[in-house]
């Protein structure tokens, strides 16, 4: 299979070829796999195709010159509606693009659509969408992970070359690994989050999603760089595309998270387990380690997360955002009518823990104590990625069946076991696919020291030359 970067080299990428052919799949499947809130109108793409045609033909081709591209729903677009997967936001449009937004656009991208999510990303499965659940097209009685659930599922089926997902604790990766995609939670910093609707900023990042490793690093090169309007934008040291290439084995030092492994199911370790044997067999110096804060993870981040989120949703008072109904005789009628009725479930409750969690009384004992365990965590990553590859399944389980797990919080939020550490560190993190079984997908998550992405995207490209999957798909 051909990847997306090596079509656009040779010259073989065809703009309008390839909407027609995706367009073609999205009138098939879309009804069924619900992959996107808002897809734009079938003229203006095939207009945006047919220029970039021309623009090829006329050899001043830009770097993603007509390739077609999904974006989150909770990353601003000026020409279509961003509603974060929330009924709060169904009648919003954005004044102003993403950062990301502008640069795809520049780059000659063409935006598909805006694809599903959990409201407002507090979700692991898509489930928790005002907009209905997204489907897995590998196997459509089951999830394909959340939040950022229809980028990987358009991904998935085809709909789309590229993605765009945002990752606060693994909202990229899991999507990744249950439908079989590559993605990729940068450096924190590395990408600006201006224009992406805020859910915890301390520990989200906007990444690239593709079927190839060496399509997600060519996304990755587009809306990575410094934003002087994004104060924890970073000026990083960039990434070239034709230095990367597969690892060379026995130079590479893998450290293998004791702890993820044992909490994961016989498919996935046995998976797993494949190709880390593989790698050693090749010449890998492999080292089983342990994560001594590993049990602390899932709580820190939950209670940093939430703490964040209830701040962060505080701006969705009844005033602005509300659709112009509901309106109420006092502020605070409409306040909580508004909150009442367009707030889901799951929203409510993160919004009343992470409340608890900054009141007098209990700040201490537990939003403070998180950040300080925090800390400890971000130090042991740091220690360990200095010469050393974290890898780990991405998610202990293969993808759970619809409706398995969503009355069930404690559940739900296990299946960031593995994900929610970089998040927390601040480290790079890929996911690629590693085995796709009739239970569904399974992926391999790696991480890297901060700003790590090129030693992550070279091991990438070397596990994918031993499990051979490269830009696989399902439907
Ligand atoms: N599942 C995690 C949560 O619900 C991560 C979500 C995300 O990365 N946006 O918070």
Not at 161 to 172: C, E, N, Q
Not at 304 to 326: H, K, P, Q, T
Not at 362 to 383: I, P, S
């Amino acid at each position: 299979m051909t990847t997306i970067y090596q079509q656009l080299q040779t010259g073989d990428y065809d703009p309008v070829e390839a909407f027609e052919k995706a367009w073609e799949r999205i009138t098939r499947h879309e009804k069924t796999v619900n992959a996107f809130i808002t897809i734009d109108d079938y003229n203006k793409l095939r207009v945006k195709a047919e220029e970039a045609s021309k623009r090829i033909r006329s050899g001043e081709p830009r770097l993603l010159e007509g390739v077609l591209v999904a974006v989150k729903d909770n990353i601003s677009t000026s020409w279509l509606p961003t509603t974060a997967g929330s009924r709060m936001l169904s009648c919003y449009q954005p004044p102003y693009n993403a950062y990301v937004v502008e640069r795809l656009l520049e780059a000659g991208a063409i935006i598909v659509g805006k694809t599903n999510m959990d409201e407002f990303a507090m979700g692991s499965t898509g489930e928790f969408s005002a907009f209905g659940p997204t489907r897995n097209p590998w196997d459509l009685e089951r999830v394909p992970g959340g939040s950022s659930s229809g980028s990987g599922a358009a991904l998935a089926y085809r709909a789309v070359d590229l993605a765009l997902g945002s990752d606060t604790g693994g909202s990229i990766r899991l999507p990744g690994a249950y439908t079989a995609t590559v993605g990729l939670k940068p450096t924190y910093g590395a990408v600006s989050r201006r224009g992406l609707i805020p859910y915890a900023n301390s520990l989200e990042q906007i990444g690239p999603m593709a079927r190839s490793v060496i399509d997600t690093a060519l996304l990755y090169k587009v809306i990575s760089g410094y934003d002087p309007l994004d104060a924890t934008s970073i000026k990083g040291p960039g990434i070239e595309l034709e230095r990367l290439q597969p690892a060379d084995p026995s130079k590479l030092k893998i450290c293998v998270i004791k702890e993820v492994l044992e909490a994961s199911q016989k498919q996935v370790v046995a998976a797993f387990t494949r190709v880390i044997e593989k790698l050693e067999a090749n010449g890998a110096d492999v080292n089983y380690v342990s994560l001594k804060s590993q049990r602390y993870v899932l709580p820190t981040y939950y209670i940093i997360a939430m703490a964040e989120a209830a701040s962060n949703l505080a701006r969705y008072d009844g005033g602005i955002y509300n659709c112009g109904s509901l309106k109420m005789p006092t502020w605070e009628e409409q306040n909580i009518r508004v909150r009442s009725m367009l707030f889901g479930r799951e929203v409510k409750r993160r919004i009343a823990m992470g409340v608890f969690v900054l009141s007098e009384g209990y700040r201490d004992e537990y939003y403070v104590l998180a950040t300080r365990v925090r800390r400890m965590v971000r130090d042991e990553v740091l220690g360990l990625t200095r010469d050393c590859i974290i890898a780990s399944p991405t998610s202990p389980v293969q993808p759970p069946r619809l409706g398995e797990r969503i009355s069930d919080p404690l559940s739900l939020y296990a299946l960031d076991l593995a994900t929610v550490t970089a998040n927390l560190a601040g480290v790079p993190a890929l996911q690629l696919p590693i085995a796709t079984t009739s239970e569904g997908p399974v992926g391999i998550q790696l991480m890297a020291r901060p700003w790590g992405e090129e030693d992550l995207f070279n091991t990438g490209l070397l596990i994918e030359e031993i499990t051979g999957l490269r830009g696989v798909y399902a439907l």
